[in-house]
């Protein structure tokens, strides 16, 4: 169905403001790709923060002109589906990853992420990326790693003075009958 100049104009209004909140870009090749298979890999980019869109690619270009994805505007050629990650950059890496194993015809054309251009192949490392509770929880352990270091040192130093446990004695005195 041919789109009036009126929707045209929403669609590209609609991609320039997901393209300008988005985190990682994936354009891939569909062609062949079944109703069913588009249909599950719309269900889980909805459920993994990935928005995704099949839309003219000189539409594309123009929602995505003024934004870090303007670099991808010379390679939009052929049918593509476009895999926004929106709430962490890999999302969008992981989704085609997956989907991409079960269907031979979808086939990653452009990557792009912090304003570059990448070549296809970098969907692995993006789909590689932690997702924000393992980026998290890295943090967490990395942050940890210090305060266990210096209790370990601690303890080591007293181990090597007093042969274990350091008790502190409160003092006692002795209270003479009045």
Excluded: W
């Excluded at 990653?108 to 570059?116: F, P």
């Excluded at 969907?123 to 990326?129: C, I, K, P, Q, T």
């Amino acid at each position: 169905m041919a789109l009036n100049l009126s929707q045209k104009h929403e669609v590209v209004a609609e991609l320039a403001e997901i393209a300008a909140k988005a985190h990682s870009l994936i354009a891939v090749e569909y062609a062949g790709t079944t109703v069913e298979q588009m249909t599950a890999m719309r269900k889980k980019a909805r459920e993994s923060g990935v928005y995704l869109k099949v839309v003219k690619n000189t539409l594309a270009s123009r929602a995505v002109s003024g934004t870090e994805f303007e670099v991808v505007k010379d390679a939009l050629v052929g049918p593509l589906l476009y895999a926004f990650s929106m709430e962490e950059p890999g999302a969008a890496g992981r989704l085609i990853k997956e989907f991409a194993k079960g269907n031979d015809k979808l086939k990653a054309k452009i990557v792009s992420v912090e304003g570059k251009l990448l070549p296809a192949e970098h969907v692995e490392v993006l789909a590689s990326l932690p997702t924000r509770e393992q980026a998290m929880a890295m943090l967490a352990r990395l942050l940890a790693e210090p305060a266990g270091m210096f209790a370990r040192a601690i303890k080591a130093v007293a181990d090597k003075q007093g042969g274990g446990e350091v008790a502190a004695e409160a003092p006692t005195e002795e209270v003479a009958p009045a």
